[in-house]
């Protein structure tokens, strides 16, 4: 086998091995999701790095430095098929990613979590507001103001028989019934009271900071929208008219509960005062919870999220191979003493290695949370390790049988897969998890690191 294949497997399996150093820090140790952020913006920045010196540079300066005019045209045609191979390299992986996205591989990053969950819960909230705009309480809301409502409100399900809360249970918040029947057993009744589509439960404990007053029970298969104690408070500020209107309907409430009361008059009339008094004095989401319940829909999600690791590695560990064969072709063009080190390309697998490596942690713990076995989630990151090898190997067998312009095509098509990756992924999950400032810090240190690498060349 050809020498420089052999080196560019063992280089793709070096750079690779971040991904198995990655995987066992996820899943061994508790890392703060501030410094996953961190991270990712560091790895984020350095692999821009890379592949800006390493993939993009070298056709940008062979252009400008061309010395005639037919060297210019030359370079110009490479410079074209750098920036079409960056095109379709953005749109392939743009398009196999929403292919392994679709099956769950979009867990393996928390920023596009984000992204789909932004997109779901915005068509969520255009059925919604469809469904409660002739409820009462919302009729003198404006359209912004019932969106930023809706905004804060949560999908809540429950079984018929199930309990949804009972007496002396701290407030759950406003619940809006939008599918099903649920029992209300207030000691003011003689008989329970039923509630459908478009009914309000939980408002008078929720306005006055106090226990719930009755219990509720689901009679049928209920789904509600439930608006927490820390959300209301949230919004209480910004709008007022949603606190008048619950206040109205919590004294309707308490008067109708007063006039059902057959006994003990006083004392209720007493609780009634006191409710309504602390009714005039008057978000955050489940994160966990949603992303454990998103893992369950997808029973294939683990499989998903290693094919979705794999995209990410395809282009890299071709771009080894590529790269490693320029750097070879280059050295016995001007004679120089061929060695493994005389051609490493420390700039481009700095810049892998160190975005690699907080990609693993991040998807190792989506792996765990599927049901994984520390040795399966390892095994599959190693074998990610053996494909990166391969995928290297190919990428110099390749280039030993094109001609210039179709390596600067690949390497096109490597630079913009990796670039939308970086973009659509790594910086946002980045901005997510970590302070804003502090995520610009890391990206510019990532960024320049793989600059010092050069000193090694």
């Known amino acids: 086998m050809d020498t420089?294949?052999?080196?560019?497997?063992?280089?793709?399996?070096?750079?690779?091995?971040?991904?198995?150093?990655?995987?066992?820090?996820g899943v061994k140790v508790r890392?703060?999701?501030?410094?996953?952020?961190?991270?990712?913006?560091?790895?984020?920045?350095?692999?821009?790095?890379?592949?800006?010196?390493?993939?993009?540079?070298?056709t940008v300066l062979a252009f400008?430095?061309?010395?005639?005019?037919?060297?210019?045209?030359?370079?110009?045609?490479?410079?074209?098929?750098?920036?079409?191979?960056?095109?379709?390299?953005?749109?392939?992986?743009?398009?196999?990613?929403?292919?392994?996205?679709?099956?769950?591989?979009?867990?393996?990053?928390?920023?596009?979590?984000?992204?789909?969950?932004?997109?779901?819960?915005?068509?969520?909230?255009?059925?919604?507001?469809?469904?409660?705009?002739?409820?009462?309480?919302?009729?003198?809301?404006?359209?912004?103001?019932?969106?930023?409502?809706?905004s804060h409100m949560r999908p809540r399900f429950f079984l018929a028989g199930e309990t949804i809360f009972s007496r002396g249970d701290s407030s759950?918040?406003?619940?809006?019934?939008?599918?099903?029947?649920?029992?209300?057993?207030?000691?003011?009744?003689?008989?329970?009271?039923?509630?459908?589509?478009?009914?309000?439960?939980?408002?008078?404990?929720?306005?006055?900071?106090?226990?719930?007053?009755?219990?509720?029970?689901?009679?049928?298969?209920?789904?509600?929208l439930l608006l927490t104690p820390a959300d209301f408070a949230s919004l209480r500020k910004q709008i007022p008219e949603l606190e008048q209107q619950l206040r109205e309907l919590?004294?309707?409430r308490i008067e109708e509960n007063r006039g059902a009361a057959?006994?003990?008059?006083?004392?209720?009339?007493?609780?009634?005062?006191l409710a309504i008094e602390a009714i005039s004095h008057g978000g955050h989401f489940p994160a966990q919870d949603e992303l454990r319940r998103r893992h369950q829909s997808h029973g294939n999600a683990?499989?998903?999220?290693?094919?979705g690791t794999l995209l990410d590695a395809v282009p890299e560990s071709l771009i080894i191979g590529i790269s490693l064969t320029v750097a070879v072709s280059s050295v016995v063009a001007a004679g120089g003493e061929l060695t493994f080190w005389s051609v490493f390309p420390y700039t481009l697998i700095a810049g892998l290695f160190l975005s690699d490596l907080p990609e693993a942690l991040s998807a190792s713990q989506q792996m765990k949370?599927?049901?994984?076995?520390?040795?399966?989630?390892?095994?599959?990151?190693?074998?990610?390790?053996v494909f990166t090898a391969i995928g290297a190997a190919a990428g110099a067998a390749m280039a030993g049988h094109i001609d210039h312009n179709m390596q600067v095509f690949i390497e096109g098509i490597g630079a913009g897969a990796m670039l939308v990756m970086i973009c659509a992924a790594m910086i946002p999950e980045a901005a997510h998890l970590a302070d804003a400032n502090l995520v610009g810090t890391s990206t510019l240190t990532g960024f320049l690191c793989p600059i010092l690498f050069k000193f090694m060349e």
Request: aromatic share 6%; proline share 4%.
């Open 250 to 252: 919590a004294v309707h």
């Open 262 to 273: 057959a006994r003990n008059q006083r004392e209720q009339e007493r609780w009634a005062t």
């Open 369 to 385: 949370m599927q049901g994984l076995s520390t040795t399966r989630v390892l095994f599959l990151w190693g074998s990610l390790v």
């Open 4 to 25: 420089t294949v052999l080196w560019a497997a063992a280089i793709g399996a070096l750079c690779a091995s971040s991904l198995v150093i990655g995987a066992v820090i």
């Open 172 to 224: 759950h918040g406003l619940y809006l019934i939008r599918k099903g029947f649920v029992f209300i057993d207030h000691p003011d009744r003689a008989e329970p009271i039923e509630l459908g589509h478009g009914e309000v439960i939980g408002e008078i404990s929720l306005l006055a900071e106090a226990p719930c007053s009755a219990d509720c029970e689901a009679k049928t298969d209920v789904e509600m």
């Open 64 to 150: 400008a430095a061309a010395p005639n005019e037919t060297a210019k045209l030359e370079e110009a045609e490479h410079l074209l098929t750098l920036i079409g191979g960056c095109i379709a390299g953005g749109i392939l992986f743009v398009l196999l990613d929403q292919l392994v996205n679709a099956k769950g591989g979009y867990l393996r990053k928390k920023a596009y979590v984000i992204s789909k969950t932004a997109i779901e819960r915005q068509a969520f909230n255009r059925k919604a507001l469809a469904e409660v705009v002739n409820v009462p309480i919302f009729f003198n809301l404006p359209a912004d103001k019932m969106a930023a409502v809706l």
């Open 31 to 58: 890392i703060p999701q501030a410094t996953v952020g961190l991270l990712a913006a560091f790895g984020g920045g350095a692999l821009l790095c890379a592949l800006a010196i390493e993939l993009v540079a070298p």
């Open 302 to 307: 683990a499989l998903a999220i290693w094919l």
